[in-house]
T-cell receptor, first 114, second 115 residues
Framework: QQQVKQSPQSLIVQKGGISIINCAYE??????FPWYQQFPGKGPALLIA?????SEKKEGRFTISFNKSAKQFSLHIMDSQPGDSATYFC?????????????FGRGTSLIVHP | NAGVTQTPKFQVLKTGQSMTLQCAQD?????MSWYRQDPGMGLRLIHY???????DQGEVPNGYNVSRSTTEDFPLRLLSAAPSQTSVYFC??????????????FGPGTRLTVL
């Protein structure tokens, strides 16, 4: 059973447009929701994260929207740039033994055309 | 700080061969983990460790062994490689969670092909 479902699998956006990636989770015990960005040939890196006590978090052009009742969260990239072209992973986790080991979605390959 | 380092970057094995993927971190992180990344499957947890001498299984542990004798190192062993283990392997580390969450620091990955 896939605990974190991510869509779309791929996304093509024009420069300056808005990129939206959606995720849904099953386990209501999850309480930390990070997004990771991965460039080709590199390891993933944390982009932005949210806890369920807030409905939105914004960092620059990147915004997470969180809907606890629907068990859904999404990443919005405003004014998308070619440099944003990467694979994006949503994740969900809960505290276990002092750490939060994430369960990842399957990823979204974003291409931003100039 | 070098962060999380992985060796080798690339490896080709024949079915049945064994090898060890190396992972080291210099951030004094307690937690380390191994993931495999396959097209369309995301990142799947193989094994993880919450400290030296303590390891546990993740989502896809079969065919892999780990040990954690020091805080810095967390090697992943393939005892008898199979074509199904062809993948990109990532090691990650993290510190104890503060303020309700923590960041996973990933290494650059090892691309493994099993023929």
């Amino acid at each position: 059973q896939q605990q974190v479902k991510q869509s779309p699998q791929s996304l093509i956006v024009q420069k300056g447009g808005i990129s939206i990636i959606n995720c849904a989770y099953e386990n209501t015990a999850f309480d930390y929701f990070p997004w990771y960005q991965q460039f080709p040939g590199k390891g993933p890196a944390l982009l932005i994260a949210i806890r369920p006590d807030v409905s939105e978090k914004k960092e620059g052009r990147f915004t997470i929207s969180f809907n606890k009742s629907a068990k859904q969260f999404s990443l919005h990239i405003m004014d998308s740039q070619p440099g944003d072209s990467a694979t994006y992973f949503c994740a969900a986790s809960m505290e276990s033994g002092g750490s939060y080991i994430p369960t990842f979605g399957r990823g979204t390959s974003l291409i931003v055309h100039p | 700080n070098a962060g999380v380092t992985q060796t080798p970057k690339f490896q080709v094995l024949k079915t049945g061969q064994s090898m060890t993927l190396q992972c080291a971190q210099d951030m004094n992180h307690e937690y380390m983990s191994w993931y495999r990344q396959d097209p369309g499957m995301g990142l799947r947890l193989i094994h993880y460790s919450v400290g030296a001498g303590i390891t546990d299984q993740g989502e896809v542990p079969n065919g892999y062994n780990v040990s954690r004798s020091t805080t810095e190192d967390f090697p992943l062993r393939l005892l008898s490689a199979a074509p199904s283990q062809t993948s990109v392997y990532f090691c990650a580390s993290s510190s104890r969670a503060v303020a309700g969450g923590n960041e996973q620091f990933f290494g650059p990955g090892t691309r493994l092909t099993v023929l």
